[in-house]
């Protein structure tokens, strides 16, 4: 493996996650990762915009007229041409193939905003609220087979304040994600290039 990972990240939206990896990356360039590409379903994704100012490598193809599989497939090719080591998703709306997830596992991180396994899937913040919760939040982990279901690498709480509606809360938990993420792939990017990991003691 390379010194530093080679991370893509996987955008659908506005980017700002990808945004707050790409400033913590440019704040201290030795950090253990590179964002080596941004690849998105959505030709016209603002992170795209973003990502091309940082300098960074953009892949765009609209999923729209193709099976999960095929796209998937073109995806996994770009990513592989990129020699990415990592993939790290940050608003990706679109669920990978089994075969896709398979192919990429330990090597694919998702932020998602709730505290899992609370609140997996969609419109977390409302539902936090509905359920009378005392902490929303957000998690970062690993991407299995079943949605938001993957081991959580970290997570970061947020308190539910009384005046809270759904929008505010997701603005807070936003600024969180911005934290945590570039926080946790840090980490994770240390580990799985085996500058930090546990030896084993020898027993020989
Ligand atoms: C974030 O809230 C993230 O947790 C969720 O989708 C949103 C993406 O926002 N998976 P952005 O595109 O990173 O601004």
Redesign the pocket.
Known sequence: MAERVRVAVL??????????LAEHKRRDPSRSYDLALIASNVPEA??LVVAKRFGIKTWAKSHKGMSREDFDAELDAALRAHDIELVA?????RLLSPGFVDAWQDRLL????SLLPAHRGLD?HRRALMAGDEFAG?SVHLVTAELDAGPVLAQERVRILPRDDADSL?AR??EA?HRL?PAALEAYCVFISGASSPRLPDRS
């Open positions: 955008v659908s939206g506005r980017g700002s996650n990808m945004v707050a603002r992170g998703l940050a608003g990706y709306m998702n932020i998602h905003p977390t957000c997701a938990v936003l994600e993420y």
